[in-house]
């Protein structure tokens, strides 16, 4: 679906649960209203303005959200793998059960956003403003978090870091056996 499809027909719409939008070229496009178990897979979102919009359960794999507005969102137990969502603005989002395997979070405002229980294996964090981010039980395993600023250790409560990248260059491997019980 290109734009002005998208545009047309959806422009009063705010209930899209469960619209197919993977691949759609929506960059620049301002969305609000709930996008749950939406699929967004592949599409373009980049400098979106999504904030406040619901996107549980969405499938957002393979999207370009760089530079996006992404306020106030809940994406609890989406899918968010492969992702490019570098110097996107997120502040107070909601990532609960949420995965982000392979996710570029690069120079990424995270301000009080929130990851319990998420899935960040792999995940690009360099640079990114972490001020009053969480990341309880999170899996940060091969995580890069180097330059990142403001991350707290007790906001890391109970996340697994196993060769994590941490801010200062170092590399954590205190959540290693964690990750082999776990079978991650």
Known sequence: MDREEFIKRYSYETDLVGIDLSG????GLGFDGDMSAANLSDANLEGAD???VELCDANLSGANLRNAILDDIDFSGANLTGSDLSGVRMHQASFNNAILKDVNLSGADLLQTV???ADLRSANLSEAFLDETFFYNTNLSNANL???KYLSER???GAILCNTI???GSIRNDGCREMRENNY
């Open 146 to 148: 180097m330059g990142a």
């Open 166 to 168: 941490m801010p200062d």
């Open 24 to 27: 759609a070229d929506l960059r």
């Open 115 to 117: 990851f319990d229980s």
């Open 50 to 52: 999504l904030g406040s």
């Open 155 to 157: 906001r890391l409560k």
